[in-house]
């Protein structure tokens, strides 16, 4: 296991057009985790799964982002009709739920977007 | 809601020396955990420290230690014998719940050969 993987590492787009990106947790996690970086600032949470589930969703989160975890296994963060507000990293992080909030995060590399 | 504040934007610290960072948080909770996460340029993020509320022991992790003071919310990291490896952006967090860890803005280490 490599770890948490992220595709892609950058993408571009142009206002308005729609992306997606994907996460592939550590495959023993079940819960997965979506965060939102912008330049100088920490990660701000998104939303959280547990296994398919999605359980929680920040108000940062709006109408035009869906993500989803199929089959408790990856996950997808889709935007639509992207903003150039949305430009930022996109990280993604998992955790053993069994293994209790002490045991932190495991992230991956982020993806960084950029509208123009 | 919880909010972790790191007031150091930027600090920098010459090689071999010792280096700390200051964190403090808000909670009405008796029971949580404390992150020290380093995010070097263009890499992920890697947990280096954590620290159990209900623990009076300040964690320690190698040249990494934390001292942690429930009363006054205050948890800083400080880094011994500083290396050029140590250079990153550190962000000190928090979590009840494990479904929501809350950042602070993070505080950019240079390192000075």
């Known amino acids: 296991d490599t770890g948490v993987s992220q595709d892609p590492r950058h993408k571009i787009t142009k206002r308005g057009q729609n992306v997606t990106f994907r996460c592939d947790p550590i495959s023993e996690h079940n819960r997965l985790y979506w965060y939102r970086q912008t330049l100088g600032q920490g990660p701000e949470f998104l939303t959280y799964?547990?296994?398919?589930?999605?359980?929680?969703k920040s108000r940062l989160l709006s109408d035009r982002f869906s993500a989803e975890r199929p089959k408790g296994s990856f996950s997808t963060l889709e935007i639509q009709r992207t903003e150039q507000g949305d430009s930022a990293m996109y990280l993604c992080a998992s955790s053993l739920g069994l293994g209790g909030p002490g045991y932190g995060y495991t992230f991956g590399s982020g993806t960084r977007l950029t509208v123009v | 809601a919880q909010t972790v504040t790191q007031s150091q934007p930027e600090m920098s610290v010459q090689e071999a020396e010792t280096v700390t960072l200051s964190c403090t948080y808000d909670?009405?909770?008796?029971?949580?955990?404390l992150f020290w996460y380093k995010q070097p340029p263009s890499r992920q993020m890697i947990l280096v420290i954590r620290?159990?509320?209900?623990?009076?022991q300040n964690a320690t992790e190698n040249r990494f230690s934390v001292n942690f003071q429930k009363a006054a919310k205050s948890f800083s990291l400080k880094i011994s014998d500083s290396q050029l490896g140590d250079a990153a952006m550190y962000f000190c967090a928090y979590n009840k719940w494990s479904n929501d860890m809350r950042f602070g803005a993070g505080t950019r280490l240079t390192v000075k050969p």
């Open positions: 909670t009405s909770e008796s029971d949580y955990y």
């Open positions: 799964f547990q296994n398919e589930a999605q359980l929680e």
């Open positions: 620290q159990e509320a209900y623990k009076q």
